[in-house]
Structure formats: C-alpha cells, structure tokens
C-alpha cells in the first residue's frame, strides 16, 4: 500500500535520537579568506591592544584569581617572613624579621585595619614559619631558638617544646632541637602532632596533648658535620614527609621507621629550599631555590616532572584551593627590592606560566598563602606590608568586611556641671578604715596628739612665750642656785628671835588664854614602835 508524498513527509521512516549534524554543519560554513587592503592593516594595527586587554582580562576570569582588589595591612616595621590563616579565613597571623607576631581578626576590624593583638615568643629572634592546624584552633611559631611555641588563635601561649642537650653528640639521645629551628607544619590528620626542623640536622615530631617529642629523624648528607633542615612538608594524607636539607631532597614515611629516606635526591637546589605537596595529589610536591620551580614525583625522584626557570625571588610558593594553580612570589634578589611587588601564577601541573599580577605596591613578595575558604590570597611584602587580594564576585568575608566598617569615633565632653562631693563635709565625712601603723604614724606626726613639748622660743617672745635670749643663759650660768648647800635647820633658827620679838598668827593668842605652854607627855604612837 502505498504513501502519498504529503502524508510521508509526517511519518518518520526510523526511531532513535537524530543527530543534528546538517545544522553543525550549516553554522560552520567557512568565509572566503582574502588578503586585507593597506586600510584594513592600518585599521587592525591600531586597535591591536583592545582585543589584546580583552584577552587578559578574560585570562584572568578563566582562572578566577582573587586579585582584582587588595587592602594593605600596615604594621610591621621589618619585612613579613610568615603568614598563615585559620581554616575559616577570619583570622591571619604574620611574623616578621624580627621578634613581633601580630594577630589579625577581620570580623572586628574597620577601614584602618589594625592588630587585635601582639605577641613575643622570643626576644630578639627572628619569626621563621608559622602554621595553623587543619581545625584553626592553634597555631605553632618556628623562630631562630630551639624551642617551638604553641599559642591559641587569641594569642595565649598553650605549650612550648623543650630543647636538647647541646653537648650530647648523637641527636638521637637529646629531647629537642639544639639550634634554631627553620621550618613547622602540622600532620593534616591529627591536630594533635606536627613536625618541626631545625639546623642541628634532624625532624622531629611532637604531640600537643603533652608537648613531648614523639619520634626524631636524623638526616645525614654528604657533607660533614651538621646540616639545616630548610624546610618540611606533610602529604595530604600525612603518610609522607618530604624535608629538604643542603640542597637535597628526601622523602620520609610519617610513621617510621626513620633510618633512611624511602626517596632521596641531591643538588635538587641550593641550600635555601621551599616545599609544598600539590592539594590534589598524594604523591606530586613542589619545590623552589635557585631562581627555579620543580614539581616532583615522590615515587620516583631521580629527576623531576617539570621544571619552571626564571623565578627570582624567596622561597615562598602556595596552591590555590582546588590545586590547580600555583602562585609564586616574586623579589629582586638582592638588597635593593623591586619597585613594584609581582606574584607569578602558573600551572600546577605543567609549571607553565599563565601571567604575572602585580600588587600595585613596592617591595619583594617574601611569604603568600591562599585561603579556600573565603578565597584571598595574603602576600607579605618586604617593605613590612601584608597585601590581601580579593574580588568582589569570588570572594566572601575577610578583608571585604572592614572596608564599609568606620571607626568609633569619641566626642568628648567639655561642658562640666555642677561637682557635688557630699563626703567632704564634716557632717558626712566617714573615716577609712586605716591599719595600726599607719594610724600609729600619723599620730606621732601630729604635735597635738602626740603630746609634743613645745620648743624653746628664740629671740624676742611671741604667742604668750616669754622669748630666750643669750644674757639670760649668761646670769643663769653666774648666779647659781646655793639652796642645796644650806642647812635646813640653821636656816630656821635664824627666823626664831624675830618669831618671839614679834609674833604675828598663833602665838599671840595663846598667850592670851594660856601663858607658859604646856605640852602633852604621852603620845599616840606605841612604844614599841617609837624604838623602831
């Protein structure tokens, strides 16, 4: 039975998704290519650099960098060395060359983006590394002494680790670090561990609970005597250790056992090395010295995967958060820094170059972290300023929530009122309770109630005090008194013929009433005791 031509056109001949591949290929037609006239070039050579920043700015899209806006915490004095940030980004602390670690807190700070707080684990030594463990609750500073410092994110000093024995030769025997330490990082499985290394040639881990060592790694070179340990880094299952020490580079299990590395490479650099494992990886690390990047395979470090050259600067290196980038700090190299702070940014895989951002600000990028969280990136800068870089539309929270916040501002109060002290009257003035001596002392120093003798006045007389003058010692001195030299009863008899001759009181009435006296024979006193 046949079809018409109309009724076929509506009834599919097979069954399944058709592929649109006649559209594809009606979108894809290609233009003639012809040759542009003079116009046309003179017309394309000026407006070269319009597609050219499209394409930069479009770069940095594709990457979704934090960089298109920054703020300058300015603090420091000396030159940022450390940074690290807590896990939820509202907190950064930094160190410097120099004995100062400030603390930051943005949720409580406004535009003028000043420290909460300031502390000193050590006077005169220099901050080396810092870093927070995995649930932000404490962080650990490595200065130039022995002793690693464990502080709380407010600042409090939590525990501090001992130091060994400087004379002990085997560095397995001693407890500590003898020397200053170079590096710290945390186990990412356990808050309660991290590792530390110094220059007397040895890791060693410590449990926080306790702060006692747990197990030590003796790392042995080449070369004679003592090496520095520059720098360590745990994988991100914390199996692995990976420590860099005189340019080598040696791979340890976390675990032990510690006699020899599980991986070893020499002259990977010079003798100053920075490490960090790659965030999505087990087994791939970074390292940077000697003006280079290295990406390394820790299963087989005879030679590296890929290798950046041209990267003058510190040791400081960081991964974005999904590891696919990494971000490089720029410097001089030498004494004078640049004139305009750099972050190279390149791909983790591949070590390729992606392009260089500038912070827009003066000095060499000595130390940089990116946190995941709130997505900014802080670079701290040798001129002693701490950039943070974010964008509006990736970032949250963090140096975003200062920037709109204003300062208290304080009016003072210059009217004064009415002052009314009740206490000072008399009729409510209550006395203090004051203390036996205190109350002693004030009483030997009132002449009133101390009962004080009043002094002798000198000179003329005044108040009622017949004034002292010289002549009157002068007589006192001449005319003494011969009283004492008397005697008492040749005194009264002298008196005794003008007592008779002429009687005054008593006698004259006697004699009126009784002319020759009569005196009584006995008296009261008994006889005994008259003999007595």
């Given at each position: ?7 076929s ?25 012809t040759e ?7 017309l394309?050579k000026?407006?070269?650099?319009e ?57 409580t ?8 707080g ?18 932000g609750?404490?962080f ?13 994110r ?18 397995r ?30 890791l060693?881990f ?41 340019g ?25 090395t ?104 802080a ?26 916040k ?23 003035r ?62 009264l ?14 006698t ?13 024979e ?11």
């Open positions: 039975m046949g079809l018409g031509n109309d009724l056109k509506f009834i599919p001949k097979d069954f399944g998704k058709k592929k649109k591949s006649i559209a594809k290929q009606s979108s894809a037609v290609e233009t003639p290519r542009p006239s003079s116009a046309q070039t003179e394309t000026t407006n070269v650099t597609p050219h920043d499209e394409r930069k700015q479009s770069t940095v899209a594709e990457l979704d960098l934090p960089t298109s806006q920054h703020v300058l915490l300015k603090r420091h004095t000396k030159a940022v060395s450390a940074l690290a940030w807590d896990a939820p980004g509202d907190s950064i602390v930094s160190g410097e060359h120099g004995p100062s670690i400030n603390l930051w807190d943005f949720p700070m406004d535009h003028t983006f000043q420290p909460f300031t502390i000193v684990p050590y006077e005169g030594q220099q901050t080396r590394a810092i870093k927070y463990n995995a649930s609750t404490h650990i500073c490595a200065t130039s002494a022995p002793r690693a410092k464990l502080y709380t407010m600042g409090r000093a939590a525990g501090e680790c001992k130091s060994g024995d400087m004379y002990v030769m085997d560095m025997r001693t407890n500590g670090h003898v020397s200053g330490l170079m590096c710290v990082d945390w186990d990412p499985q356990r808050d309660s561990r991290f590792v530390t290394g110094a220059g007397d040639s040895t060693r410590w449990d926080t609970e306790r702060m006692v060592q747990e197990q030590v790694v003796v790392v042995k070179t080449k070369q004679r005597g003592k090496v520095a340990v520059t720098a360590c880094a745990f994988s991100a299952s914390g199996s692995m250790v990976v420590s860099a020490q005189c080598g580079i040696s791979v340890w299990p976390s675990k032990g056992p510690f006699v020899r590395p599980v991986q070893h490479v020499d002259n990977a650099h010079s003798s100053d920075g490490l960090a494992f790659v965030p999505a990886s087990e087994h791939l690390f970074v390292s940077r010295g000697d003006a280079c990047v290295k990406l390394w395979d820790v299963r087989n470090l005879k030679t590296e995967v890929a290798m950046a050259e041209g990267l003058v600067g510190s040791e400081s290196i960081a991964f974005s958060p999904d590891g696919t980038l990494l971000l490089v700090g720029l410097g001089s190299g030498s004494a004078t820094p640049n004139s305009e702070a750099m972050v190279a940014v390149l791909d983790s895989s591949t070590l390729n170059e992606h392009r260089r951002i500038s912070l827009g600000e003066p000095g060499d990028v000595l130390s940089i972290a990116w946190n995941s969280t709130i997505n900014q990136i670079c701290g800068l040798s001129t002693g300023s701490i950039a943070i870089t974010y964008d509006p539309a990736l970032s949250t929270r963090g140096a975003m929530l200062g920037i709109t204003r300062s208290r501002t304080y009016v003072a109060n210059t009217s004064t009122g009415p002052i009314i002290t009740p206490h000072s009257l008399p009729l409510f209550e006395d203090r309770p004051v203390s036996t001596k205190r109350r002693h002392d004030k009483d030997r120093a009132d002449p009133i109630r101390s009962n004080k003798p009043s002094m002798p006045v000198r000179g003329h007389g005044k108040g009622g005090v017949v004034g002292v003058n010289e002549t009157q010692h002068i007589m006192k001195s001449i005319m003494k008194d011969t009283m004492r030299d008397e005697d008492p009863r040749e005194a008899l002298r008196y005794a013929q003008v007592a008779e001759s002429d009687p005054k009181f008593i004259p009435l006697y004699k009126e009433t009784q002319g020759k006296p009569v005196f009584s006995e008296v009261d006193e008994p006889e005994m005791k008259r003999r007595k």
